[in-house]
């Protein structure tokens, strides 16, 4: 019963982090279509304090999924039964699933440069979100998914082969 539970763990872990990426995009993409009558700098300084104070938070649950993720997938794969396809995916899963952190310098700037006080000028704010929106999405599809897919298909090949 527990190697199931270590099978399935990186799974349910890079799962969550997926369900957290939709919910950021769906929590800011639509600060980027707001009416006309709004203007800019109301937005600009309501998306300044949002983010001041979200950030924190959502950077601690990135900083806790991947490296859970990545421990339970090296868990699995120090066990020497573990082997052929169901190894490889969740060899190919741990590497995407690290390379989620390429983007994160460039992300953490962009949500750090948005929630800082501005002392010169007005910042825009909105088009910093448009850019972050951008390589989340970029992110998401090119690392977060495809590691899902591995640790899926890593679990129901191992469940399988069991059977």
Same mark, same amino acid.
């Given at each position: 019963?527990?190697?199931?539970?270590?099978?399935?763990?990186?799974?349910?872990?890079?799962?969550?982090?997926?369900?957290?990426?939709?919910?950021?995009?769906?929590?800011?993409?639509?600060?980027?279509?707001?009416?006309?009558?709004?203007?800019?700098?109301?937005?600009?300084?309501?998306?300044?304090?949002?983010?001041?104070?979200?950030?924190?938070?959502?950077? +601690?649950?990135? /900083?806790?999924?991947?490296?859970?993720? &990545?421990?339970?997938? #090296?868990?699995?794969?120090? =066990?020497?039964?573990? %082997?052929?396809?169901?190894?490889?995916?969740?060899?190919?899963?741990?590497?995407?699933?690290?390379?989620?952190?390429?983007?994160?310098?460039?992300?953490?700037?962009?949500?750090?440069?948005?929630?800082?006080?501005?002392?010169?000028?007005?910042?825009?704010?909105?088009?910093?979100?448009?850019?972050?929106?951008?390589?989340?999405? +970029?992110?998401? /599809?090119?690392?977060?998914?495809?590691? &899902?897919?591995?640790? #899926?298909?890593?679990?129901? =090949?191992?469940?399988? %082969?069991?059977?």
């Amino acid at each position: 019963m527990a190697i199931h539970l270590l099978r399935v763990t990186p799974l349910i872990l890079t799962t969550s982090s997926l369900t957290f990426s939709f919910n950021q995009y769906q929590f800011f993409q639509p600060c980027l279509y707001l009416p006309d009558t709004l203007e800019d700098r109301h937005v600009n300084d309501v998306l300044r304090v949002y983010i001041k104070r979200q950030f924190p938070s959502g950077l +601690a649950t990135i /900083l806790t999924l991947y490296p859970l993720t &990545w421990a339970t997938a #090296a868990a699995n794969l120090s =066990l020497r039964t573990y %082997a052929g396809v169901p190894r490889k995916l969740h060899v190919a899963g741990l590497m995407l699933s690290a390379a989620h952190m390429f983007w994160a310098p460039r992300a953490k700037a962009l949500m750090e440069e948005i929630g800082e006080e501005c002392t010169t000028g007005d910042k825009d704010r909105i088009g910093m979100l448009r850019t972050w929106l951008r390589l989340h999405v +970029a992110r998401s /599809l090119l690392a977060d998914l495809p590691s &899902w897919i591995c640790f #899926a298909g890593a679990f129901l =090949l191992s469940k399988r %082969a069991r059977m």
